[in-house]
């Protein structure tokens, strides 16, 4: 293959000949014109300092909740967020989330871009892929507050720090496993102190395995299933509080199993578009864990309880989304315990970057004496500029 410099030499010397009445040019002529040639191929681009910065967004959140006939006003999130290729092999994105409860590093993670056989590696703070909406940022979900069941169940979103690797299956459907291993998996979760080390027995490891098919033209169907499984939990006994000498340490038969099933069904008519159809999903989690005392940090019993959520709204046009959901969660510690919600709300998409909704909830138990709590909310959300995931309309 011809260089660029010789290319240009066996365009260029004809019209030299031309312009001289077919006068060859001497050597000094053309060894001045090639390396003109060369000086235009080794020349820097020209490039912008932007050109290199990573995509930037901010999304906003607020809401103003009246539960019980006493208001608060909230102000949930500013989430700001960076996401850039690292090189041809590694993307990066980091968020940072700034509320009433302070700023943190949501999320920190990088992620490979280029494996061979299917494979994907991510790590770092991250949203580990157990269920559904747990790894779901608050903005992004269907209702204005996070399901009970989710918030007991998974302790808030899903976030962790630790490595998550997946293959893509070659398959006509979509099939994927995810295997991984966090510190531990949930924002709110306080079993464990993150920051003290410890053997790899008290970490979480995850597993998880979707799968999504096309039902004809008009409907699609996703399935998930994921496990959270921690092999040892250590509890030392408050002494303070029990009186005793000596302060025991308990690991034997401390193993928790978090199980999460989802299933989403989607109708989305050729006819409509990207703006009608409804969204039906289900999601159902089984915790079995070792129970302690909050008082004194021995083991009470080992506890069985479930929890789940299911959810249908409608999409309308391009604004308007009205839903319902409905959430029963039993209790950690007494599955006998049982919490219902049942929440009605209305989305409108103002524009592709601007949302408001209105919600009514009702919660309710059936531990006599208790009182039913009613909450109205009202939420806004903006994006501004590139927002990583902005509006989750599935």
């Known amino acids: 293959m011809l260089s660029l410099s010789t290319a240009l030499l066996m365009v260029t010397l004809p019209c030299l000949a031309h312009a001289q009445d077919t006068v060859p040019p001497d050597a000094d002529e053309l060894k001045a014109l090639e390396e003109r040639v060369t000086r235009l191929e080794t020349a820097p681009a020209k490039t912008f300092l932007s050109q290199f910065n990573p995509a930037m967004g901010l999304a906003l959140d607020f809401a103003l909740l009246d539960r019980d006939d006493k208001a608060d006003f909230q102000f949930r999130a500013a989430e700001i967020n960076l996401e850039a290729s690292v090189d041809p092999f ?12 302070g700023v943190e590093v949501e999320e920190a993670a ?30 992004e979900l269907p209702v204005i507050e996070t399901p009970n069941s989710i918030d007991t169940f998974v302790n808030g979103e899903s976030r962790g720090e630790g490595l998550e690797v997946s293959y893509l299956f070659p398959t006509d459907f979509y099939l994927s496993a995810t295997a991984g291993v966090f510190d531990q998996i949930g924002a709110e979760n306080d079993r464990l102190d993150i920051a003290v080390a410890r053997p790899f027995e008290d970490f979480t490891y995850l597993g998880r395995l979707n799968a999504g098919a096309d039902l004809g033209d008009d409907h699609s169907l996703e399935l998930g299933i994921s496990e959270a499984w921690t092999p040892k939990r250590t509890m030392v006994e408050d002494a303070t509080v029990t009186g005793s000498p000596f302060a025991t340490a308990t690991r034997k ?14 109708y989305h008519p050729s006819s409509g578009g990207l703006y ?19 008082a004194t940090r021995l083991p009470t019993d080992r506890v069985r309880a479930f929890s789940g ?47 408001l909704r209105l919600s009514f909830s009702r919660r309710e ?26 509006f989750r309309d599935r």
């Open 90 to 101: 590694v993307k990066g994105w980091a968020i940072v989330n700034g509320s009433e409860g």
């Open 110 to 139: 990088l992620e490979t871009t280029s494996l061979p056989w299917n494979l994907t590696v991510r790590g770092g703070r991250l949203f580990a892929s157990f269920g559904r909406f747990p790894h779901y940022h608050g903005h």
């Open 309 to 355: 959520y299911s959810y249908a709204w409608i999409k309308l046009g391009r604004r308007w989304r009205p839903g319902l959901m409905g959430d029963l969660t039993e209790d950690l510690d007494s599955a006998r315990k049982l919490t219902k919600t049942y929440t009605a709300f209305l989305s409108c998409d103002v524009t592709e970057y601007q949302r």
């Open 253 to 266: 038969g401390t193993w928790r199993a978090l199980t999460g099933l989802d299933l989403t069904y989607r």
């Open 365 to 390: 138990d059936n531990v006599p004496g208790t009182l039913v709590s009613n909450t109205i909310g009202l939420q806004w959300t903006g994006v501004l500029g590139y927002h990583v995931h902005g």
């Open 276 to 294: 009608k159809g409804v969204v039906w999903g289900t999601e159902v989690f089984v915790n079995n864990e070792q129970r302690f005392d909050p």
